[in-house]
């Protein structure tokens, strides 16, 4: 490569940007990897911007001040959400995925790059303003939604562990009532996972009678860590009365039919404003 | 945006592309969505190809044939993955770590975006050649990592459960030894997570005894899937002897000092080629 082009410029900083959401780069770095002016970065940014905004693959923020520099978001605009949720709805309703006792199958959409990416983003979406220092999920099903989600908002993943089992040295633990089954349970993490004041936001693939995600705010507690959000993939419709509240889903799950055998899957109605 | 430059179809197609890794465009869903012509897109490409070799991003490749188009690989290079593993053992070596029974704390290492996502590519990196159909884990620990290095090989993610207790539908049971433990322990994975036939590449992120990772071999014969690798973060020096052979990991592991109070983590042999 004899001399970078804006092309090249453009198309790598889309890379490392995008590759670290909501993280903020320093015009200065910028500069110096490819040997250009200010003026020229600055230039750069401002038509990466509006071709990002162009194709809705995200926002490009400038951020002012000392700190200051540009950070990629990777928001996910509310039409478009609500397409990629429908298509969801589509695909988890019927008989073919319905699960005894009221749970469907869903492993598969939670574990493929594609909808795992994808509802990541639009959980970071909802929260990027509420800037949490972490998010906090219950293992295992959930794992790499949360992942997809902490990612996008360029913080940490922090996993709840079901079992003392586990080698993260001294950890706290508490009982807790599972909403479904009324039966206690008991939850556990690390002392070294989090830090006193910080906030974090709670992502979970499932909501039923909300024990398991009262728990985590339980947990929390312990650590005075702030609950600043609480996303979950799927809701159930039943229970209405849920043991928490503030809790968010993309998608609320009924069951229909003489035998319950059929799952009827809808878009969250937030989605549809 | 008054009319489309290079610049913008370049910064578009990186994110679009580096955004799906192994998945394959082709020229002509490029060549709808920017309204060119076919030999302009392939000038775009190869500028793009260039620029991501000259600044290490990975690599453009260009598949041939009908179902041929434009792929992007999250390749790391040896010299780039050595380093960044060189790091990492010196954040994990020292007596700061260290757990009892023969473990060191690296929940942190295992959940953040920047190092799982980099995990993710030099594993994905290793295992291209081989193609597999998905990635299998054993909850819990390694999902993040696992379903990064999945996400760069641009395949699923399937999670073998340690307990029964899970909402999924029918699913295969076996038994296994713990390789340093020596117990009795049993792993499930819903029948509808593999199908007959595929290949499967096993990410987890320890290694000890290996007991953990010949059952997941022995579950993967059940389901006849053939496991075409097996890759790991960390794998002890002790027992020498692992219950299975093939297993390639990124550090290794032993404890020094009086009390065993001092970890030593390096890097892997076949990194340091």
Same mark, same amino acid.
């Given at each position: 490569?004899?001399?970078?082009? $804006?092309?090249?410029?453009?198309?790598?900083?889309?890379?490392? =940007?995008?590759?670290?959401?909501?993280?903020?780069?320093? &015009?200065?770095?910028?500069? /110096?990897?490819?040997?250009?002016?200010?003026?020229?970065?600055?230039?750069?940014?401002?038509?990466?911007?509006?071709?990002?905004?162009?194709?809705?693959? #995200? /926002? &490009?923020?400038?951020?002012?001040?000392?700190?200051?520099?540009?950070?990629?978001?990777?928001?996910?605009?509310?039409?478009?959400?609500?397409?990629?949720?429908?298509? =969801?709805? /589509?695909?988890?309703?019927?008989?073919?995925?319905?699960?005894?006792?009221?749970?469907?199958?869903? !492993?598969?959409? +939670?574990?493929?790059?594609?909808?795992?990416?994808?509802?990541?983003?639009? &959980?970071?979406?909802?929260?990027?303003?509420?800037?949490?220092?972490?998010? &906090?999920?219950?293992?295992?099903?959930?794992?790499?939604?949360?992942?997809?989600?902490?990612?996008? =908002?360029?913080?940490?993943?922090?996993? !709840?562990?079901?079992?003392?089992?586990?080698?993260?040295?001294?950890?706290?633990?508490?009982?807790?009532?599972?909403?479904?089954? #009324?039966?206690?349970?008991?939850?556990? +993490?690390?002392? $070294?996972?989090?830090?006193?004041?910080?906030?974090?936001?709670?992502?979970?693939?499932?909501?039923?009678? #909300? #024990?398991?995600?009262?728990?985590?705010? /339980?947990?929390?507690?312990?650590?005075?860590?702030?609950?600043?959000?609480?996303?979950?993939?799927?809701?159930?419709?039943?229970?209405?009365?849920?043991?928490?509240?503030?809790?968010?889903?993309?998608?609320? =799950?009924?069951?229909?039919?003489?035998?319950?055998?059929?799952?009827?899957?809808?878009?969250?109605?937030?989605?549809?404003?």
């Amino acid at each position: 490569m004899e001399k970078l082009r $804006r092309n090249d410029r453009m198309s790598a900083m889309m890379k490392i =940007l995008s590759d670290a959401p909501n993280r903020i780069f320093t &015009l200065s770095s910028f500069c /110096e990897m490819f040997g250009t002016a200010k003026s020229t970065m600055s230039e750069d940014i401002d038509l990466l911007r509006e071709m990002v905004k162009h194709f809705h693959l #995200g /926002e &490009l923020e400038t951020v002012t001040g000392a700190a200051g520099g540009v950070r990629y978001l990777s928001k996910v605009d509310r039409q478009e959400a609500r397409q990629y949720i429908e298509g =969801l709805c /589509e695909q988890l309703s019927g008989t073919a995925r319905v699960l005894p006792c009221g749970y469907i199958y869903d !492993a598969d959409i +939670l574990c493929a790059p594609e909808s795992v990416d994808r509802l990541g983003a639009i &959980l970071a979406t909802e929260y990027y303003d509420a800037a949490p220092d972490f998010v &906090l999920t219950m293992e295992t099903k959930g794992i790499p939604v949360a992942f997809a989600t902490a990612r996008n =908002l360029g913080v940490p993943l922090v996993i !709840a562990r079901r079992f003392s089992k586990v080698y993260e040295g001294s950890a706290v633990y508490i009982d807790y009532m599972s909403g479904s089954s #009324g039966s206690l349970e008991t939850m556990s +993490l690390s002392r $070294r996972a989090v830090k006193e004041g910080q906030k974090c936001l709670i992502v979970d693939d499932f909501l039923k009678g #909300g #024990g398991t995600a009262k728990g985590m705010t /339980e947990l929390m507690r312990e650590f005075k860590v702030e609950v600043v959000g609480m996303a979950f993939i799927l809701a159930t419709t039943t229970p209405v009365k849920k043991r928490v509240t503030g809790a968010k889903s993309l998608m609320t =799950l009924e069951f229909s039919g003489e035998e319950q055998e059929n799952a009827v899957v809808r878009p969250a109605d937030w989605l549809m404003n």
